[in-house]
């Protein structure tokens, strides 16, 4: 459904409920929202006391046919976006809660020792 991620949901654009519960959980340095779409983008801006950094996506990696390894891969591949490591949320999922959130972390850091 095109469109769907700034369709309203409950008041709110959908990705807006992706981009709150992620920061609600305070497990992120930075919320990256990657899109084509400027209507997206100026969603992610408005949300910047929430350390949204919004990302314009190269058109090629869009729509809804996006191959996420290679919209990861071109992540990474920019020099600004350094980082560990990445959680990504669909925006069309509002119902991830944060102590799914939680959890996932917990059992990361228990697979990963020497994290803290």
């Known amino acids: 459904m095109p469109g769907k991620n700034k369709k309203l949901f409950s008041g709110k654009p959908l990705i807006q409920w992706s981009i709150e519960q992620a920061a609600e959980t305070k497990l992120f340095d930075h919320i990256i ?7 997206i983008l100026k969603i992610a801006k408005d ?4 350390k949204v950094v919004p990302t314009e996506r190269h058109p090629e990696l869009a729509g809804d046919d996006a191959d996420m390894d290679a919209v990861l891969y071109d992540f ?11 959680c990504l949320l669909p925006p069309h999922r509002p119902s991830v809660l944060r ?5 996932c972390l917990s ?4 697979r990963n020792t020497g994290l803290s």
């Open 76 to 86: 990474f591949a920019r020099k600004e976006n350094k980082c560990k490591y990445i």
């Open 47 to 50: 949300c910047k006391k929430l």
């Open 107 to 110: 059992i990361f850091r228990w």
């Open 33 to 39: 929202v990657s899109s084509d779409d400027p209507d």
């Open 99 to 103: 102590r799914i959130l939680r959890r």
